[in-house]
Nanobody, 122 residues
Framework: VQLQASGGGLVQAGGSLRLSCTASGRTFVGYAMGWFRQAPGKEREFVAAISRSVGGTYYADSVKGRFTISRDNAKNTVYLQMNSLKPEDTAVYYC????????????????WGQGTLVTVSS
């Protein structure tokens, strides 16, 4: 599976961005998808995940109520809608895929995109 993330950029605090991650190479519907982020000097952390076809979603406490993960299996794409952005959301955001159930641990994901930078100014 090849993953291509896009949609990052510079936004003011309180603003919104939508990240996209398009998959190619294998049947997308069989894969759970996740979003992770890594800020400078920090470890990569879980942001959100979505299960394969039923669409169960999971969020880190820090983004719950502000971010929404969704997927369009017809387009092989997963989205991360980010609202009410805060400066502490600044990071490189990575999408990831695994064949199986959605999980929050990065080490359990098999495929990773290249990352897209989100910068939130105060």
């Amino acid at each position: 599976v090849q993953l291509q993330a896009s949609g990052g950029g510079l936004v003011q605090a309180g603003g919104s961005l939508r990240l996209s991650c398009t998959a190619s190479g294998r049947t997308f519907v069989g894969y759970a998808m996740g979003w992770f982020r890594q800020a400078p000097g920090k470890e990569r952390e879980f942001v959100a995940a979505i299960s394969r076809s039923v669409g169960g979603t999971y969020y880190a406490d820090s983004v719950k109520g502000r971010f929404t993960i969704s997927r369009d299996n017809a387009k092989n794409t997963v989205y991360l809608q980010m609202n009410s952005l805060k400066p502490e959301d600044t990071a490189v955001y990575y999408c990831a895929a695994r064949y199986g159930a959605a999980v929050t641990r990065a080490m359990l994901y098999d495929y990773w995109g290249q990352g897209t930078l989100v910068t939130v100014s105060s």
